[in-house]
């Protein structure tokens, strides 16, 4: 006996641990919501270039567009332009776009657009940067860069730091300072300042371009600086030194090179915008898993056409109409007809919804225990008489609908859709009752059945449950480890305690 109890308890614990861990890693790792109406934060950075094409001549242009932005993930995005041959290419650290086209005439007007969601952990570049190549200084900015670089090494202790430093060493505007930024203090010029300064102490770094998603409309440039630890990119706030990029920073390239290349064209003008565009929680999961290749999100319900997963939409809700009649019969100790004959009937009140179901529901069975005990006196054989039986609830359900309809009853029209083989062997199973044991109890549990029926119903067209166990299915693994473990449980049930402690208290 112990062998088979360990066994049991080790799958119960074994389902449970799977279930939930894979719940929570959907829910958690892939951002899958718990809420089939609940919208996450995403942007559109969109980027327009207008010119004017020469008359008859081929064009070719070409901009730089995002490549694995830290702290951002790209949706999707989308080249829209008439006509145009379009292609993508790694250029060093950027993302090329390539517009051609082979005869252009008057206005032109090419758009990218990029559907980014924010996360939070930092997803710097993999990418390392090109062979690094020293800059040869003159006399004195040579000199200013070793005094800086000698200055910024007294407080530092790594690449990061020492980068860091050299930003505060250009702050404050000494004659070295001056000297190599020049007379105009801006965040460019202090970038490209420290870009030498790095470069002379064999450091690789770089300027870095972007935006912030908290910008509405037109987007402005801002600009960072990168620099490569020989492991990841640090980025530093030329504003104070402070190293690490700001959340809602979406970088659009690195380096100083033009915005834009143009050939064939002119008057070319290039501007960014980003907006707040919030989306569907489950629909960016979906979006972020596929572009992830998670495999857990590519062999998923989601994945399925439409009219699949509708169907799995019900079906996935059975299990738990189950389990609500396992505890219903087995704790409470209502009597109903079997296990799962009140979940088909749940079923089948999708159709006619609960108030007009059991009215129909109760009509049917009642002429049809007419009709079955009608069947009974020709003394007819099992198979003949279910068929019997199958054939008058069709026209019972005829007649029903007919009378609906001409009294503008749209609800009975329902009623054709009402399982058939549910209402026969429910008429079945109940004459059975009737003469086996009594027509109390044959009554007693269809009472019990539509009552666990009803609240069958009411929690497997719960939309919050619905959208559970279908984007996260592995939830009803759960269900079948308790399932397994309430299936241990063989003491009194509610009802009995409650009729035996009226004999306990005749006895004493």
Known sequence: MKTPTRHLYTLIVLLMAVGMTIFLYRHFVMDVPLHDNEMVNTWTLEANLKFVADKNRPIKTTFNIPYQPSNFSILDEYFIAQNYGISTHLEGLNRQSVWTLRRGNGPQSLYYRAILKQHDNENNKT???PIFKKIHLQEPEYSAAQTIIKLARQTSADIQTFAEGTIRELHKKDGNARLLVGPYFNYQNIVDSAITILNQANIYATSVHGFRAKQQNHAEFETWLAVYNQKDWIFI??????AGLPNDFIIWEYGNEPLFTLFGGQKAQLSFNITPTPM?????????GLLSQSQLMRFSLLELPVNTQETYKILLTVPVGAFIILLLRNFIGLQTFGTFMPVLIALAFRETHVIWGICLFNIIIFFGLMARFYLEKLRLLLVPRLSAILSIVILLMIGISILSQNLHLDSGLSIALFPMVILTMTIERMCIMWDERSPYAAI????????????????MTMPQ???????????LLPILSLILWFGQYRGYRLLELIRFNALSKLTN
Not at 280 to 288: D, G, I, M, P
């Open 444 to 459: 007693k549990s269809s009472f019990g059945s539509l009552f666990a029926a009803t609240l069958c119903y009411w929690a």
């Open 237 to 242: 706030n030329p504003q104070n030194g402070d």
């Open 127 to 129: 990418v390392k940067p």
């Open 465 to 475: 449950i619905q959208y559970l166990v279908f984007a996260f299915p592995e939830l």
């Open 280 to 288: 569907n929680a489950l629909n960016v999961a979906k979006t972020h």
